[in-house]
């Protein structure tokens, strides 16, 4: 799926914590977007393409590397390390990233073909073996209409939860941005 779905199921996730603080919020979509770091790779091979006769193929080997139990571990106890209040409060929001990161991983699964029908795995075992991959022939693409309507569902909920609650996904970039937002969506359906 992309980013910005996996963004929204993780905000709206977040949201699920008792009285969630706005850093909470952020530390969980962070959460359903981290393991798409190893993605930056696209980076080089996108300037390699456009400016030598050698382009790199970075995205293509390694996209999903970090797709991983082990790697969810490790950015699990980052998040706890990095949420406030006490060692119960700090542990939920590390629970919510690690489920978070794996729905992301579930995502990927179910929804992320090639427009060539190709599908992406996920190496849940790497790197202690390769036994764990995951992969799913019915995967839908990436541009499908089950993945355009999951992403118009939770930006229904988001704008739902910026009525009823005062915040939207936009506030993990800028609180500002978001209370305009906000604003918008009160004035347009708040009950009057």
Same mark, same amino acid.
């Given at each position: 799926m992309s980013p910005i779905t996996h963004g929204l199921f993780a905000w709206v996730l977040a949201n699920g914590l008792r009285d969630s603080t706005r850093r909470d919020r952020v530390i969980v979509t962070v959460g359903g977007l981290i393991p798409d770091v190893d993605g930056v790779g696209a980076v080089p091979d996108m300037l390699t393409r456009w400016f030598t006769d050698a382009p790199?193929?970075?995205?293509?080997?390694?996209?999903?590397?970090?797709?991983? #139990?082990?790697?969810?571990?490790?950015?699990?106890?980052?998040?706890?390390?990095?949420?406030?209040g006490s060692l119960g409060r700090r542990l939920a929001v590390a629970a919510l990233f690690c489920a978070a990161f794996h729905l992301h991983l579930v995502c990927d699964l179910v929804g992320s073909a090639g427009p060539d029908g190709s599908i992406w795995d996920v190496p849940y075992l790497r790197p202690f073996t390769e036994a764990g991959t995951l992969a799913w022939s019915g995967q839908w693409r990436l541009d499908g209409?089950?993945? #355009?309507?999951?992403?118009?569902?939770l930006l229904a909920v988001t704008?739902?939860?910026?009525v009823r609650r005062g915040r939207t996904a936009v506030e993990v970039v800028s609180t500002?941005?978001?209370?305009? #937002? #906000?604003?918008?969506?009160?004035?347009?359906?708040?009950?009057?």
């Open positions: 790199t193929s970075y995205f293509h080997q390694y996209h999903h590397d970090l797709h991983n #139990v082990l790697f969810a571990c490790v950015a699990s106890a980052g998040a706890a390390a990095l949420a406030a209409w089950q993945n #355009v309507t999951i992403t118009l569902a704008a739902w939860l910026g500002r941005a978001d209370a305009a #937002v #906000v604003e918008v969506l009160r004035r347009r359906f708040a009950a009057p």
